[in-house]
Nanobody, 123 residues
């Protein structure tokens, strides 16, 4: 069973920094896309940043220049370095991987979500 485990959320003051991590475990052949989404209270879930296997990235306009996504393929882990945090960055952050799982009958592509980690930006 493929699982994603997130860590790194918490309370931070405006202007501060946090780094989120998301590690995958299970029978994984490859991870094509690693992404971070967030959902603030009363709002829909939105894409924050995404990185594909070749290293190309894209970011939401609201976080460009402040957040950096990276990946460690050997560790099957994605990171989100968040700097210059603002109160409007407060949300539950979810990692999302598009990966190829090794199943009993072969390989299959799946989209897997982490459990979410709360980031609160407040003084």
């Amino acid at each position: 069973q493929v699982q994603l485990v997130e860590s790194g959320g918490g309370l931070v003051q405006p202007g501060g920094s946090l780094r989120l991590s998301c590690a995958a475990s299970g029978s994984i052949f490859s991870i094509n896309v690693m992404g971070w989404y967030r959902q603030a209270p009363g709002k829909e879930r939105e894409l924050v940043a995404r990185i594909i296997s070749g290293g190309a990235t894209n970011y939401a306009d609201s976080v460009k220049g402040r957040f950096t996504i990276s990946r460690d393929n050997a560790k099957k882990t994605a990171y989100l370095q968040m700097s210059s945090l603002k109160p409007e960055d407060t949300a539950v952050y979810y990692c999302n991987f598009v990966l190829v799982e090794i199943g009993r009958v072969g390989y299959r592509e799946r989209e897997v979500w982490g459990q979410g980690t709360l980031v609160t930006v407040s003084s």
